[in-house]
């Protein structure tokens, strides 16, 4: 069965620490995508990242990166330098290419508190 | 302005009652959804729809209805079957496995 699993519950750190936020998927299907959202206080949900199973190739985007590895069916988020703003929950989530539905299944969230 | 718009913001529900919630996109996007969150759960899928007069349940579908009439419209009711509808409701949409855009969601107590 799918599922994604982010172990960290709420995470806390000072502006300009680096932070990682895991995510172990699992899934049965070899053709897959793995996302991460962001949700600020306001609620609403900003897409960050879409990564197909078949691109293994980490991506840096600013402060962030990411690390995905089939190996140890990992997604991790990498913040460098972080700053007050980035206080958010995110989610990771997953979808599956082979079930007949698009919809996402998600983690349960990590919730980040920068700190000045 | 491309996006999905939900109404109301807050929406508070007697017990007993039927309420709908709306969403609306203006995006082109043939799948949407509606996803339930509660403190600590994450998102979990309620509906989901790929085409127009289309949908499927999701994991927690028991205790609320859908209906999809026009591409743009995806309104969720949330009956008096559904025991524990105090939540975080948002909305959804996709073309395909690409990137959902959510909406800004609504919030729904019982009073």
């Known amino acids: 069965a799918q599922k994604v699993t982010q172990a960290q519950t709420e995470i806390s750190v000072v502006e300009k620490e680096d932070v990682t936020l895991d995510c172990v998927y699992e899934?049965?299907?070899?053709?897959?995508?793995l996302f991460w959202y962001k949700q600020p206080p306001s609620g609403e949900l900003v897409f960050l990242i879409r990564?197909?199973?078949?691109?293994?190739q980490n991506e840096i985007s600013g402060r962030y990166s990411w690390n995905f590895q089939k190996s140890t069916s990992s997604f991790n988020f990498t913040i460098t330098a972080s700053q007050v703003v980035d206080s958010a929950v995110y989610f990771c989530?997953?979808?599956?290419?082979?079930?007949?539905?698009?919809?996402?299944?998600f983690g349960k969230g990590t919730t980040l508190s920068v700190s000045s | 302005d491309g996006g999905i718009t939900q109404s109301p913001k807050y929406l508070f529900r007697k017990e007993g009652q039927n309420v709908t919630l709306s969403c609306e996109q203006n995006?082109?996007?043939?799948?949407m959804y509606w996803y339930r969150q509660d403190p600590g759960q994450g998102l979990r899928l309620i509906y989901y729809s790929q085409i127009v007069n289309d949908f499927q349940k999701g994991d927690i579908a028991e205790g609320y209805s859908v209906s999809r009439e026009k591409k743009e419209s995806f309104p969720l009711t949330v009956t008096s079957a559904q025991k524990n509808p105090t939540a975080f409701y948002l909305c959804?949409?996709?073309?395909?496995?690409?990137?959902?855009?959510f909406g800004p969601g609504t919030r729904l107590t019982v009073l």
């Open positions: 899934t049965r299907d070899t053709t897959y995508y």
């Open positions: 990564r197909n199973s078949f691109d293994e």
């Open positions: 959804a949409s996709s073309i395909g496995h690409n990137e959902q855009f």
């Open positions: 989530a997953l979808s599956e290419a082979g079930q007949a539905g698009t919809a996402l299944i």
């Open positions: 995006l082109n996007h043939d799948a």
